[in-house]
């Protein structure tokens, strides 16, 4: 199994530019979350997804949407970044039936300028 | 709303030191769960344990050790003897029993552990 994996690792944006970070599990986990890391401030939930064509909004949700066609994939798209969106972004997917430890990706690391 | 909150948010040691992370968290759920997560400096986040709210029980996994009080909403977890591979940010997270997707995190404490 690769587990969690993330693409791009690494990214640029203009402001005002939009991107899709992806993100993918193989584990068949019906629960997926993206976070995002700010110096200082630990992870903070931005959508998450307890299945397939269901998605809701977490702590910080402005500025991205996200869509949950398949079990496997849950991209994170930003409309038009912001300075503020500068960040590394977490992946993460969970086994709704046994477990409640989630399992991250290798992470992006977003700079917009 | 549920919070976490690790006061130190760096701690430097020497090999061989024990170091004590603190956690106190809010909830107003009465099932919940806690963990600990490790993030080495390549970046990745590391599952260390996670325990649950009726099960007050220490736990020690070889040098680490973790402390639950409920009566302090605290969750703490000690480094014995520690190692330079101990180096690293340790965050602390809380999530609620019935939405165990939705993880709040503490800051971080970072461990630098000097040869």
């Known amino acids: 199994n690769a587990g969690v994996t993330q693409t791009p690792k690494f990214q640029v944006l203009k402001t005002g530019q939009s991107m899709t970070l992806q993100c993918a599990q193989d584990?068949?986990?019906?629960?997926m979350s993206w976070y995002r890391q700010d110096p200082g401030m630990g992870l903070r939930l931005i959508h998450y997804s307890v299945g397939a064509g269901i998605t809701d909004q977490g702590e910080v949700p402005n500025g991205y949407n996200v869509s949950r066609s398949t079990t496997e994939d849950f991209p994170l798209r930003l409309l038009s970044a912001a300075p503020s969106q500068t960040s590394v972004y977490f992946c993460?997917?969970?086994?709704?039936?046994?477990?409640?430890?989630?399992?991250f990706g290798p992470g992006t690391r977003l700079t917009v300028t | 709303a549920q919070k976490v909150t690790q006061a130190q948010t760096e701690i430097s040691v020497v090999e061989k030191e024990d170091v004590t992370l603190d956690c106190v968290y809010e909830t107003r759920d009465t099932t919940y769960y806690l963990f600990w997560y490790k993030q080495p400096p390549s970046g990745e986040l590391v599952f260390l344990i996670r325990r649950n709210s009726f099960d007050e029980q220490n736990e020690i996994s070889g040098r680490y050790s973790w402390n639950f009080q409920k009566s302090t909403s605290s969750f703490n977890f000690t480094i014995t003897a520690s190692q330079v591979v101990d180096s690293a940010v340790y965050f602390c997270?809380?999530?609620?029993?019935?939405?165990?997707?939705?993880?709040?995190f503490g800051g971080g404490t970072r461990v630098l552990v000097k040869p």
């Open positions: 993460a997917s969970r086994d709704g039936a046994s477990t409640y430890e989630q399992y």
């Open positions: 584990m068949n986990h019906e629960y």
């Open positions: 997270a809380l999530t609620r029993g019935a939405a165990g997707n939705k993880l709040t």
